[in-house]
């Protein structure tokens, strides 16, 4: 979700917003991960083997004044959702991540018309508030000069090429024969055996 939601960091203006920055599984060794807690007027980083859990960290919120706070993990970590069921802000707001969570304290769910149709409202505790474009704008990454490309895998040109970036955590025998069924259904599609 970082590197989805690093441009909004980036580029908000400072004049107008104080920025909170709640960052949990905080690494400092990850470049990463101190790029983006100097991205915010204030940073809490709990670190994943901190003793501070969801009250804790909701607690610190709700001290800390929090007139919004937006998670930006919905649902891709449990303790996000343990700190959103203690209502430490007004108002609550998730964005990004898997899908809404379905807590009854977050107000708002960020999407657009392309993410969920009109008539999603009826299926979300939240109240969805649609961005009138896309819910999600980067203005794109810096990457390095790519070392391999189709040609040096042997891949052909016109094959269709499937990620899946899923944490390990995430990663389970049956979902990979699953991933693997998806693939050999496609017509043409390379795999090994």
């Known amino acids: 979700m970082g590197w989805i939601a690093r441009w909004?960091?980036?580029h908000h203006?400072?004049?107008a917003f104080e920025i909170y920055g709640y960052m949990i599984d905080f690494n400092q060794d990850n470049r990463f991960h101190r790029w983006f807690s100097e991205q915010f007027d204030h940073a809490c980083r709990v670190g994943i083997d901190c003793e501070e859990n969801g009250i804790a960290i909701a607690k610190k919120i709700s001290d800390d004044c929090i007139d919004i706070l937006i998670d930006l993990d919905s649902i891709t970590l449990d303790v996000t959702c343990e700190i959103m069921v203690h209502k430490p802000a007004p108002i609550q707001v998730t964005w990004l991540g898997w899908d809404a969570s379905g807590v009854p304290e977050v107000d708002y769910y960020i999407a657009d018309s392309y993410v969920l149709p009109d008539n999603a409202q009826d299926y979300y505790s939240e109240k969805i508030f649609r961005l009138?474009?896309?819910?999600?704008a980067v203005d794109g990454f810096e990457?390095?000069?790519p070392t391999i490309n189709r040609e040096s895998l042997g891949l052909p040109t016109d094959a269709i090429v499937y990620l899946t970036a899923q944490g390990g955590y995430k990663r389970n025998p049956e979902m990979i024969k699953l991933q693997m069924e998806i693939i050999r259904s496609v017509e043409d599609?390379?795999?090994s055996h």
């Open 8 to 10: 909004l960091l980036a």
């Open 13 to 15: 203006d400072r004049n």
């Open 132 to 136: 009138p474009d896309t819910y999600v």
């Open 143 to 145: 990457v390095e000069v």
């Open 189 to 191: 599609s390379l795999s």
